[in-house]
C-alpha cells in the first residue's frame, strides 16, 4: 500500500469532494479516483458511497479515516524522532520526563548537574508517565526520568533497563491560606462539610498515589472531588485561586509555600514519600548508544557513589 493513498483519503474525508480533493492533491480527477479505488481494493470493503452528493464515507470509511490519521501520525512522528537524532547528535541527550517532574525538578537537577558535571547538551520531551516510559521501550529518548514508589513501580524489567536514585520527593495535601494564614481547607473534613478536592485524573500515575495516601490513612478523610486534570500545575493553579485541596509534590509549591499563599492542609498521614529515579536501557541491549550518555550515566553513578 502507498502512504499517498492515505493522505489522498483523508483529503477526500476532509473535502468530501473528489474534484477538489484532485485539486488540493495537484493530480487529475481520474487518477485521484483510481488512487481511492485501489485503496479500497487493499482493504477489501467499500469506504465511499459514492451513491450521495456530497460524497460521504460508509461505516467502514468513517473507521478507516481514524486509523489513517493515528498511522500518518505516527509516521510523521517517526520522521521527526529520526531527523531529531540526525540533527542532535551524538552529543545531544534526550530525556522523556512527566509533566509534573519537567516543571518542577528537572530545571533545578539540570542546573545542579552542570555545575558539578560540566557544560550538558540536552532536549526535554515532556509527556504523561505512560507515555514516557513508552518513549524509552520505544527508543525514542536516551535516558527517562520519573517518579517510583513500591506500590506502583514502573514495568521496566531490569534484565533489560537500568537505574539510578535522583532523589526524594513527597506528595502532599496543600490548600491557599486565609487572611490570617491559615489553611483554607483542612484534612480530614466531615461528613457534613467535606473537603473540595482538585484531583488528578482518573488513571494518572499521582492519582493512584493520592489513593494510597488515602487508603491507608489512620483517620480516613471526607473528601468532594469537584475539579480534575492530568498535571499537578493545573491543579495548583485552581488551589492558588482557592477552589479547594490539592495533592502536590513538595518540590512545585517551594516559592508558594515562602510566600505563603499557599500552606499544608494536613498532617505527615495524608503524605506519601516517592523517589525521584532516572532509567536508561543497558548498553548490551541498547540499539543506538551516545558517548554521550554513557559519560553521563557513569558521572551519576560515581556521584551516588561518593554520597
Not at 474525508?13 to 474534484?19: I, P, Q, V
Not at 522523556?96 to 547538551?121: I, S
Not at 499557599?262 to 505527615?268: D, F, H, K, P, R
Request: aromatic share 8%; with cysteine; hydrophobic share 40%.
Amino acid at each position: 500500500m502507498d502512504t499517498k493513498w492515505l493522505e489522498d483519503f483523508v483529503s477526500l474525508a476532509e473535502t468530501r469532494s473528489f474534484s477538489r480533493s484532485a485539486q488540493l492533491r495537484h493530480v487529475t480527477q481520474p487518477a485521484f479516483s483510481r488512487r481511492i479505488q485501489a485503496l479500497e481494493a487493499w482493504a477489501g470493503i467499500d469506504l465511499v458511497d459514492r451513491s450521495s452528493y456530497p460524497t460521504r464515507l460508509t461505516a467502514a470509511g468513517e473507521t478507516f479515516h481514524a486509523q489513517a490519521l493515528e498511522i500518518l501520525g505516527s509516521l510523521q512522528a517517526t520522521r521527526n524522532m529520526m531527523r531529531s537524532h540526525q540533527v542532535g547528535g551524538q552529543d545531544m541527550i534526550e530525556f522523556a520526563v512527566p509533566h509534573t517532574l519537567a516543571f518542577t525538578f528537572f530545571p533545578h537537577w539540570l542546573m545542579d548537574l552542570r555545575q558539578k558535571f560540566g557544560e550538558v547538551k540536552t532536549r526535554l520531551i515532556a509527556l504523561n508517565v505512560h507515555d514516557a516510559v513508552m518513549r524509552l521501550t520505544e527508543g525514542g529518548c536516551d535516558l527517562l526520568i520519573a517518579y517510583h514508589h513500591a506500590t506502583h513501580p514502573l514495568q521496566l524489567s531490569p534484565d533489560r533497563y537500568e537505574m539510578l536514585t535522583l532523589g526524594q520527593e513527597t506528595l502532599a495535601p496543600y490548600t491557599k491560606a486565609d487572611a490570617s494564614g491559615q489553611p483554607m481547607f483542612r484534612m480530614p473534613g466531615s461528613p457534613r462539610t467535606p473537603v473540595p478536592l482538585l484531583s488528578y485524573a482518573s488513571g494518572a500515575y499521582m492519582a493512584r498515589l493520592v489513593e494510597q495516601i488515602i487508603k491507608h490513612a489512620a483517620t480516613p478523610p471526607h473528601l468532594d472531588p469537584i475539579y480534575e486534570t492530568d498535571m499537578a500545575e493545573g491543579l495548583k493553579a485552581m488551589a492558588l485561586e482557592g477552589h479547594g485541596l490539592a495533592f502536590l509534590p513538595a518540590s512545585s509549591v517551594r516559592k508558594e509555600l515562602r510566600a505563603k499563599r499557599l500552606v499544608a492542609a494536613g498532617s505527615s498521614d495524608y503524605e506519601i514519600t516517592m523517589e525521584v529515579r532516572i532509567y536508561r536501557e543497558r548498553p548490551e541491549s541498547a540499539r543506538h548508544g551516545k558517548p554521550a550518555v554513557q559519560e553521563l550515566w557513569d558521572f551519576l553513578q560515581q556521584s551516588r557513589g561518593a554520597a
